[in-house]
Each structure stands twice: as C-alpha cells, then as structure tokens.
C-alpha cells in the first residue's frame, strides 16, 4: 500500500467498500483482498467483447444477455454465493 493522498468524492456505498478495506490489517490477508478487487473491478470494467454485439454495434447495457455479460455475471453470482452476506461488508468491532 502507498502513502500518497488522493482528493475525491465517493458516494455512501463507495465509502463503505473503501473503509471495509482500509480496517483490514496490512497483512497478505489485506494485499491478496486488495489485489482481488483491483482484478475483479477491471475484469468488469472490460469485458473481453468490449460491450459489443455480433453484429459490431455497442450492447448500449450491462444488462444485454450477450454471451460474456452472463459469463461475467455468472462468476460474480458464484462469488457471492461463497461469501457470507454479514461478513463482507460488517468487519468485527475490534
């Protein structure tokens, strides 16, 4: 993890996600997780397809049912069928 401060503006869920992670302790806990979202949020990001359809035109939507939108959600939907519901986003109280 880097020192340097960033200036910018993050709604109510984005600041969850960001304290959930910044509670874990640095550890490789802490950097395997880190690691995990950057490749999981730029796996989202771009799909292989880049969001277009067989015949070249934008899908326009996420919520197109191309091929490898539903490959990508059905990945999604088993990773969070492993991940208890309470514990990602309610770390302990220490």
């Known amino acids: 993890m880097t020192d340097t401060a960033i200036q910018t503006t993050?709604?109510?869920e984005e600041w969850k996600i960001v304290m959930a992670l910044r509670e874990?302790?640095?550890?490789?806990?802490?950097?395997?997780v880190s690691g995990l979202l950057a490749e999981l949020t730029r796996f989202v990001q771009q799909p292989r397809c880049l969001g277009m359809q067989s015949?070249?035109?934008?899908?326009?939507?996420p919520d197109t049912s191309c091929e490898e939108c539903q490959q990508m959600l059905d990945v999604?939907?088993?990773?969070?069928?492993?991940?208890?519901?309470?514990a990602a986003f309610n770390p302990p109280s220490s």
């Open 76 to 86: 999604l939907e088993d990773l969070a069928a492993r991940v208890p519901v309470e």
């Open 55 to 61: 015949d070249g035109f934008p899908c326009g939507t």
């Open 24 to 32: 874990i302790p640095d550890s490789p806990l802490r950097s395997k």
């Open 10 to 12: 993050l709604n109510a």
